[in-house]
């Protein structure tokens, strides 16, 4: 009796470890079935909305994954760049705040990869070279893989303009050689001055006689009043070319962005159309990110409208 009581103990004893593998080899091909009809649904999915598929991986890798990123070599090299405008420009350059301009440049890459902008100095002419800051600029920006394109004068810039579409137009204000230097009059993106944009042009509309009879202060009033008409009715070359933008048959989403990079004249003017004025580098970085992030915001969210007003992923400035 013992022993027929042993041999039974030890086949259940024998049993038990068959009856749990069995349980867990179910558990185990459940498991793995549920996987694979996991990964069916989420196939499916996927290609039945494809869009918002693609809207959340590019949001979860900020572009990486679809070839918009900025190696981390080429922040580097922006950011010395920044460091060295910084010491050459003294007060006129904030070097944290052009910083804040690349960080956001890396975050909104797709919007800034390939995009084009046409800056036009009479600093850009071979008889006149331009101002180490401003080539410095530039190659920050190339180094953003935004291509940069220079004019010397409006007429090249016009030319340009005809041959290619651009995002951004950067000008400065007073090109003296210009063909198109106090031509023109000002009718929709007339100007105001607040104030002189320097001593010559001060002592030039001020008047000996309203001083003697009505007082410097007044005097300058009067003489600032007669510089605004002039400055509308023969109107710097900057400010016409701008006009012209604006005035061009376009829509807001497809015209570029103008942005003024004066140096006297920013401090005391501003205009009735949208645009920026400026003389400090750090505000012109900023200023070209947040045009690029605006006009090409669709490329941020990888939603491509069919609409002659809503650009899409090919609307982009390409020659």
């Known amino acids: 009796m013992k022993a027929d009581a042993n041999r039974k103990h030890e086949a259940h004893a024998a049993s038990a470890p068959r009856k749990a593998d069995g349980s867990s080899n179910f558990l185990t091909g459940f ?116 291509s940069v394109v220079t004019a010397s004068s409006t007429k090249e810039a016009t030319d340009a303009m005809q041959i290619t579409p651009f995002d951004i137009i950067i000008s400065n204000v007073w090109r003296p050689a210009d063909t198109e230097n106090l031509k023109r009059p000002l009718s929709m993106c007339k100007v105001h001055y607040f104030d002189f944009p320097n001593s010559e042009e001060a002592n030039k509309f001020i008047k000996p006689v309203d001083v003697v009879l009505s007082g410097y202060e007044r005097a300058r009033e009067i003489a600032l009043t007669e510089f605004n008409k002039e400055a509308n009715a023969h109107a710097a070359a900057g400010f016409v070319l701008a006009e012209s933008i604006f005035a061009a048959p376009s829509t807001d989403r497809i015209r570029p962005n103008v942005i003024l990079f004066a140096a006297a004249t920013a401090r005391v003017a501003r205009s009735l159309c949208d645009y920026t004025i400026t003389n400090r580098g750090d505000v012109l970085l900023n200023a070209v990110v947040s045009a690029l992030e605006k006009k090409h915001a669709n490329l941020l969210v990888r939603r491509h409208v069919n609409n002659n007003d809503q650009p899409t992923s090919n609307d982009k400035a390409t020659p």
């Open 31 to 146: 498991s793995q079935l549920l996987k694979a009809l996991a990964l069916v649904v989420l196939i499916g999915w996927a290609l039945h909305d494809r869009d918002f598929v693609e809207d959340w991986l590019f949001s979860l890798s900020g572009g990486e994954l679809f070839g918009f990123k900025f190696q981390r070599e080429t922040i580097d090299q922006a950011t010395n760049d920044l460091q060295r405008l910084a010491k050459s420009s003294e007060d006129s350059f904030d070097e944290k705040l052009a910083q804040v301009a690349i960080v956001r440049a890396s975050r909104v890459a797709p919007a800034i990869v390939e995009s084009r902008i046409l800056w036009v100095d009479d600093g850009w002419s071979k008889s006149k070279p331009n101002n180490p800051f401003n080539n410095t600029i530039v190659g920050i920006l190339e180094k953003l893989k935004i």
